[in-house]
C-alpha cells in the first residue's frame, strides 16, 4: 500500500513563554539572557518551606491569546501539581492547570483571507498557564549534564490543537499564526532559537476514510519552523513504511535531530494519570470577573487578519503588500504612520501615498531591518521623515533614484528628505520655460538622430531625453523632458 494510501493526524502543543518581568509564582526576575543560575530564588528552586506567590500578569496575558483565538474563558480555573522527575525540575512537579484551564474551546483559522467555507479552521482543545522547567545542558561538559535553573518558573502558555492538521506544512503554518499572534499581543517575543517558543506535535497516520485515529508519537526539540515542517514530513513517512510493511507504531516520545534530520526515540509516551495531577493546596483558583475581561477584550490591538483586510479594501493594496506589511505589528505601526503624515495634505491620492509607502517599507525598510537585524523601533528613519520622502516621489519632485539615494542618506544623517533632495541637486525641475532652451539646443546638436526620428527610428526618443538630462544643470522631470520632445519634434515634422 503506498503512502498516499495514509493520511496524517496532527495535533500540536505550543508553549510561549510570557513577557513578564517576574517569574510565574516568585518575585524574582524572568529575563532572558542572565549567566547560568543568576536568576534564581528559594521560591522557583523549590525549597522546603517556600510558597508560591502568583505573578497576576499572567492572567492577562492569557486573557489576551484566549481572546484572540476566540476562546471561551472560564470565570473559575485552578491550579494542579504535574508531578514527574526531571534534573531540571527541582521541585518534583510543574505548576500547571489539567481540568479546570482558563481557556476552552477556540479556533485559528490558517486561511483568514478566503472565503469562510474555504478556510481551514483549526480548533484549538485549550489555552492553560503553567511555570517553565530549567535547562539540561549536555554539551558544555563531555562527562557531566550541568543545570541551569534560571528558566524555572518562567511563565507560559500552552497552547492545545484537536487533531486538525493534516500536513507537515500546515502545522509549520499553524506555528507561524500563532507566533505572529502572540507578538501582536506582546505577550511573548516568539524566538524559537532562544525557547520562548516551543512546539511539540502528536503525530499518528491511518488509511484515509478511516475515522479511527491511528498510534501516535509525540515529536520534540523543533526549533524552528523549518524542522517543524522537516521533522513531522520525516515522521508522517517513518510511520507509514512501518505500516506498509506490517509493523505496528509505538507509542513514544522522539526527539528530533535537525543535523541529522531524523527522530529518535526518547521515551515512551505518557498519559495523565503518569503524572499523578491533583489540584496545588497552596494557590487559590483564578477568578476572572466580567469587567476584567472588559477591560482585557478593550485593549486588545485590531489582528492582522483584521489589518490586512483594511488594507486592501480601504487603500486598495495588493492582497501580496497587505499579508507582508501586516505581518508584524511594528513594521504595520511604522507603516500607518508613515501615510498617516505623508496624508495630511488632503490633496494627496490616499491610494497612489498608500502604494507609494507600501513600496518603500518592503523593499528599502524590511531589507534594511534583515542585513541589520535590528527591530523596526530602532530603525533609524521615523516615520514622519519616511513620509517626506514618500511626498516627494509621489508629486514626482525626485525620481526613483534620486528618492534611493535619499533614502541611503537619510539612514546615516539626520536631515528631512527635502534638505537631502536640495542639497544633492536631486529635485526634478518641471519649470517648461526653463527646459525649451535645452531640448531645442539638444535637437540642434543632433540632426543626425534627429533625421533618423523623423524617418521612423522613434526609439531614439529616449537618446534625447539623456543629452537633456545631461545638459541640464539640475534634475529634469523625464516625463515632463520626454513630452515636450515629442511635442518640438512633432512641430518640426510640420514645419
Same mark, same amino acid.
Given at each position: 500500500m503506498s503512502t498516499n494510501a495514509y493520511e496524517a493526524v496532527i495535533g500540536l502543543e505550543v508553549h510561549c513563554q510570557l513577557r513578564t518581568e517576574t517569574k510565574a509564582f516568585s518575585p524574582e526576575s524572568a529575563s532572558f539572557g542572565a549567566a547560568p543560575n543568576e536568576h534564581v530564588d528559594p521560591i522557583s528552586l523549590?525549597?522546603?518551606g517556600t510558597l508560591p506567590l502568583f505573578n497576576e500578569s499572567v492572567v492577562d496575558f492569557t486573557l489576551r491569546m484566549g481572546l484572540a483565538t476566540h476562546c471561551k474563558i472560564a470565570p473559575k480555573s485552578v491550579?494542579?501539581?504535574k508531578h514527574y522527575f526531571y534534573p531540571d525540575l527541582p521541585k518534583g512537579y510543574q505548576i500547571s492547570q489539567y481540568e479546570t484551564p482558563i481557556c476552552t474551546d477556540g479556533y485559528l483559522d490558517l486561511d483568514p483571507e478566503i472565503e469562510p467555507d474555504d478556510r481551514r479552521r483549526i480548533r484549538i482543545t485549550r489555552i492553560h498557564m503553567e511555570e517553565d522547567a530549567g535547562k539540561s545542558l549536555h554539551d558544555q561538559d563531555p562527562y557531566h549534564t550541568l543545570l541551569d535553573y534560571n528558566r524555572c518558573g518562567v511563565p507560559l502558555i500552552e497552547i492545545v490543537s484537536e487533531p486538525d492538521l493534516r500536513s507537515a506544512h500546515d502545522a509549520a503554518r499553524y506555528v507561524q499564526r500563532i507566533r505572529q499572534i502572540v507578538r501582536y499581543l506582546r505577550i511573548c517575543d516568539g524566538n524559537m532559537e532562544e525557547g520562548s517558543l516551543r512546539c511539540?506535535?502528536?503525530? *499518528?497516520? +491511518?488509511q484515509k476514510g478511516d475515522p479511527k485515529l491511528g498510534t501516535k508519537t509525540e515529536v520534540k526539540n523543533?526549533? *524552528?519552523? +523549518?524542522n517543524v515542517e522537516r521533522a513531522l514530513k520525516h515522521e508522517i513517512t517513518r510511520q507509514c513504511t512501518l505500516l506498509r510493511q506490517g509493523e505496528r507504531v509505538v507509542q513514544e516520545t522522539l526527539l528530533w535531530d535537525s543535523d541529522r534530520r531524523e527522530t529518535r526515540s526518547m521515551r515512551s509516551k505518557e498519559e495523565a494519570h503518569d503524572y499523578r495531577y491533583f489540584p496545588d493546596p497552596d494557590l487559590?483558583?483564578?477568578v476572572v470577573t466580567g469587567e476584567r475581561?472588559?477591560?482585557?477584550?478593550a485593549e486588545l490591538p485590531e489582528m492582522p487578519d483584521a489589518r490586512q483586510k483594511r488594507y486592501v479594501t480601504e487603500w486598495g493594496l495588493p492582497e501580496y503588500d497587505a499579508a507582508l506589511l501586516t505581518e508584524d505589528r511594528g513594521v504595520a505601526d511604522y507603516f500607518e504612520a508613515t501615510l498617516e503624515y505623508a496624508?495630511?495634505?488632503p490633496a494627496m491620492d490616499l491610494k497612489a501615498v498608500a502604494k507609494s509607502a507600501s513600496n518603500f517599507v518592503m523593499t528599502n525598510v524590511l531589507r534594511v531591518l534583515k542585513i541589520s537585524g535590528a527591530s523596526i523601533e530602532a530603525f533609524p528613519v521615523d516615520p514622519k521623515q519616511m513620509a517626506g520622502l514618500i511626498s516627494l516621489r509621489v508629486n514626482d519632485y525626485v525620481n526613483s533614484s534620486g528618492a534611493q539615494e535619499i533614502f541611503d542618506a537619510m539612514l546615516v544623517e539626520a536631515k528631512t528628505a527635502a534638505q537631502i533632495a536640495a542639497e544633492r541637486d536631486l529635485l526634478q525641475v518641471s519649470d517648461t520655460s526653463l527646459l525649451v532652451p535645452v531640448i531645442d539646443k539638444v535637437l540642434e546638436s543632433h540632426p543626425g538622430q534627429l533625421k533618423q526620428y523623423l524617418d521612423g527610428k522613434t526609439g531614439l526618443v529616449g537618446f534625447f531625453i539623456g543629452q537633456v538630462m545631461k545638459s541640464f544643470p539640475g534634475s529634469p522631470d523625464p516625463k515632463i523632458v520626454r513630452s515636450l520632445l515629442i511635442e518640438k519634434i512633432e512641430a518640426i515634422r510640420i514645419s
Open positions: 523549590g525549597h522546603p491550579f494542579a501539581r511539540d506535535a502528536n503525530v *499518528s497516520v +491511518r523543533m526549533n *524552528s519552523f +523549518r487559590v483558583p483564578v475581561l472588559a477591560k482585557i477584550r496624508t495630511n495634505d
